[in-house]
């Protein structure tokens, strides 16, 4: 898959390595899940049927960060991981727009002539609340309405799932309340994390559990503190584990920045500077504090015993 930056006003120098018709799906697609790939599914069957090239319109930073809403400056899906799972899914190029106030201040009429007819789009495909321009006054029937037949617009249902609209938003709500089943089962695929591996305390070793200690490498929505069962990738290979999401209260006091420690069962490689990514399978417990490193190491000791029981119960 191609992945072109590209920013208003277009320059088609940088987009130069295409030309003709395409088919493109468009949105921020944070999470990529189960409502954002049917818009990505409908523009992959659709450039299958005209017999063009499917490629992906997102935007970077996410434009409600970019408009001073903070807690989206952190992602379900960072960009480099959403475009793996572009790619993974067949996307044939993605143009990541660069949001910032000057494609902020576009209105409708102009992100559809100076971008999309730019392009050359032949199909759009959106969902069902897509907006665009300024103050977000496009819709999907304003895209319809722009186009004067130039290219076909497709509007995708929400997809629901139990009787609920599947969004980020519910994820992200989803995440803060340790509910990892629903997390799972709207996003597709369990949530997961990336980090590289770097110097700790080294408490978790004088314990009895070495652990892995992430700093992340980009800004994810953080699951609610607390005990985790994991399944972790490192160096091509996966190793189930448990991972303490938070801020340690047994030995600091006061509001800190979550840590990520992850001890991973039947392993004992050094890969301090490694990357590994962390998928997110069930819930523990919540984050406490313990009166003693005896009662700590204790319920360590039965929390790596659940958290094989749940993976047993996941594979």
């Known amino acids: 898959m191609k992945i072109v930056p590209i920013a208003y006003p277009l320059n088609m120098d940088e987009v130069g390595f295409f030309e003709g018709k395409q088919v493109v799906a468009i949105g921020d697609f944070d999470g990529v899940h189960l409502g954002h ?4 599914g409908r523009a992959l069957s659709t450039a299958e049927k005209l017999g063009l090239p499917s490629a992906i319109m997102t935007f970077h930073p996410h434009p409600r960060a970019v408009m001073g809403q903070g807690k989206y400056e952190a992602a379900l899906t960072p960009l480099e991981r959403k475009m793996e799972i572009f790619e993974s899914m067949g996307v044939n190029h993605a143009y990541v727009v660069t949001f910032d106030a000057s494609l902020m201040r576009l209105s409708p009429e102009l992100f559809v002539s100076d971008m999309l007819e730019k392009l050359g789009v032949e199909s759009v495909i959106c969902g069902f609340d897509f907006t665009f321009g300024f103050q977000g006054k496009g819709t999907p029937d304003t895209l319809c309405e722009l186009s004067h037949g130039k290219f076909s617009v497709e509007v995708v249902r929400p997809f629901h ?3 609920e609209k599947v969004s980020s938003t519910r994820i992200r709500e989803a995440l803060q309340t340790g509910d990892l089943d629903s997390v799972a089962h709207l996003l597709g695929r369990p949530y997961s994390i990336t980090g590289t591996v770097v110097d700790g305390e080294k408490r978790g070793r004088q314990l009895g559990f070495p652990t892995a200690n992430l700093q992340l490498d980009e800004p994810y929505v953080s699951p609610s503190n607390g005990v985790y069962a994991i399944k972790a990738t490192v160096r091509g290979a996966t190793y189930l584990g448990v991972m303490n999401i938070g801020v340690k209260p047994t030995f600091t ?14 392993f004992a490689q050094d890969i301090y500077g490694e990357k590994v990514t962390v998928e997110l399978i069930s819930f523990l417990r919540a984050e406490r504090k313990f009166s003693s490193l005896d009662e700590l190491v204790a319920q360590i000791k039965r929390d790596s015993e659940h958290a094989k029981q749940k993976l047993a119960e996941n594979l």
């Open 37 to 40: 790939q049917e818009v990505i």
């Open 161 to 163: 799932m139990n009787g």
């Open 253 to 266: 006091t006061g509001e800190l920045k979550p840590s990520y420690e992850a001890h991973l069962f039947d």
